[in-house]
């Protein structure tokens, strides 16, 4: 007997409405990803220009209404509002009886988990903090990004099912995170891609100050082999004069970066200070050689690290063992970070990017 065919997403009965509060980058995709998988959305709310294009592109024919219309219509609702909105969002949608009973409410901050949901859950709502780990741009492309993306989520224990469930509709991946461990977990996101999108403008302005006509083309391979080295490697796939202890090197290029982007020395420094301190501590920093390193580093401004002025570790016997610095430092986001994507942040209290 042959086997049915599989049902198209679009010939299965929707099973829950969605709603989106804030029609930022974010929202809107993954309103689009749910409805590929079966679901209904029927109400966003957004009010700036750009909100009303992505709204309209990545959800046609879905109404714009206020955010207390959207929970009044939707089962599960979509709060992907800026992480300093979202706390007053809930206590005002909770106080003017907009949450009804039984109604899914997720919002989309790595920052927090389901505790600032708790004016909401405490009117009947059931929270769930569903955070993906990736940049959206606002438009189509993000609803492909979603398949494997990660999602950090924190949820009630008996509510962890539907999230998973949740979370896997949209092709995404859950990754558990305790609720404590939230500001810790968007820190360390924070670090890995806000950043990185900063060092890599940063590093493509130079090349062409250098004369590099296209830096995007010189960078890319490089990145892409650092990026995959470190994500197989960690720490064992430094390179580069800092990792080799090449103090009359980084000397020179803190030199040239005085000359020629003097705004960019403060960031040098700092990361090849942090840098400096896990190439020794996992063995990769001649120690020999770190001691010269560490004193150029020393005398070029303040920043993470050995303060400037103190002296270097004792070299003679370094302890392999020994806990690296702690490099998780405060997030940036996150508008969403900000998190995401190469538009400025929509105007509002209900938009952005989370």
């Known amino acids: 007997m042959n086997a049915m065919p599989p049902t198209e997403a679009q010939d299965r009965p929707a099973r ?54 959207v929970l009044a219509r939707a089962d599960l609702v979509l709060l992907t509002v800026p992480d ?7 206590s005002g949608l909770a106080e003017t009886g907009a949450v009804r009973p039984g109604q899914l409410l997720v919002h989309t901050s790595g920052r927090f988990g389901t505790a600032v949901l708790d004016p909401a859950t405490r009117a009947g709502a059931l929270p769930l903090a569903l955070h993906p780990a990736m940049t959206f741009t606002g438009t189509s492309v993000d609803v492909q990004r979603l398949a494997g993306c990660s999602f950090g989520v924190t949820s009630p224990d008996e509510l962890r099912m ?37 060092l890599v403008a940063q590093s493509m302005e130079l090349l062409h100050d250098a004369g590099v006509q296209a830096p995007d083309r010189m960078l890319g391979p490089l990145l892409g082999a650092a990026l995959d080295n470190a994500l197989r490697s960690g720490d064992a796939a430094l390179t580069g004069p800092v990792a080799r202890g090449d103090a009359g090197t980084v000397a020179a290029h803190i030199a040239e970066l005085r000359r020629h ?65 702690d490099v998780s430092g405060p997030d940036s986001e ?15 209290p209900e938009e952005g990017d989370r």
Do not use: F
């Open 334 to 348: 996150a508008p969403d970070a900000p998190d995401h994507g190469p538009d400025a942040p929509d105007h509002g």
């Open 261 to 325: 982007a003097p705004q960019s020395v403060a960031g040098y420094v700092a990361m090849a200070r942090t840098t400096a301190d896990r190439a020794l501590d996992h063995g990769l920093l001649k120690p020999e050689l770190a001691e010269d390193l560490l004193d150029v580093l020393a005398d070029h401004g303040d920043g993470p690290g050995r303060a400037p002025g103190a002296s270097a570790p004792d070299t003679s016997s370094p302890d392999p063992g020994t806990p690296g610095p």
């Open 162 to 198: 539907a999230a998973e469930a949740l979370v896997i509709e949209m092709g995404g991946e859950p990754e558990w995170i305790a609720e404590s461990a939230r500001p810790l977990y968007h820190a360390a996101l924070a670090i890995g891609a806000n950043h990185l999108v900063t």
């Open 16 to 69: 829950l409405t969605v709603g989106v509060v804030g029609a930022g980058r974010v929202g809107p995709a993954l309103a689009a990803s749910l409805q590929l998988a079966g679901h209904r959305p029927v109400a966003v709310s957004g009010v700036s220009d750009a909100s009303v294009r992505r709204a309209a592109e990545l959800l046609p024919d879905v109404p714009l209404v206020t955010p207390a219309e």
């Open 84 to 90: 300093d909105a979202l706390a007053d969002l809930v």
